[in-house]
């Protein structure tokens, strides 16, 4: 398994900016697909983002179309989730993900991921 830790949480006002890191102890996109999942208060996970294991695809979920970019770092085994124009209704904990081994492109159901991290909290203020 594939050990994830996810950082750059924080509580920002509506319309702001933030940036989540997911460092990961091997090389990540390069040979798992990655993802971005969240969860709200008393609410299921979700999926966010995905990106193939070449790094050279992404998907996203309608709600954060144009707004978010995943992205990736094969020198720093680091995949980032930039987050602009944030609303209310992305305060959630974000969770970064590894597909199984030999998941495909594109991975958005959280069965096919197979390591998590710890999750990191976003609280967008109205």
């Known amino acids: 398994q594939v050990q994830l830790v996810e950082s750059g949480g924080g509580l920002v006002q509506a319309g702001g900016s933030l940036r989540l890191s997911c460092a990961a102890s091997?090389?990540?996109?390069?040979?798992?697909?990655m993802g971005w999942f969240r969860q709200a208060p008393g609410k299921e996970r979700k999926f966010v983002a995905t990106?193939?294991?070449?790094?050279?695809?992404?998907s996203y979920t309608d709600s954060v179309k144009g707004r978010f970019t995943i992205s990736g770092d094969n020198a720093k085994n680091t995949v980032y989730l930039q987050m602009n124009s944030l609303k209310p209704e992305d305060t959630a904990v974000y969770y970064c993900?590894?597909?199984?081994?030999?998941?495909?492109?594109?991975?958005?159901?959280?069965?096919?991921?197979?390591?998590w991290g710890q999750g990191t909290q976003v609280t967008v203020s109205s």
């Open positions: 990106i193939s294991w070449r790094g050279t695809s992404t």
């Open positions: 993900a590894a597909g199984w081994p030999g998941t495909p492109y594109p991975a958005t159901e959280a069965a096919r991921f197979g390591s």
């Open positions: 091997t090389r990540t996109f390069s040979t798992y697909v």
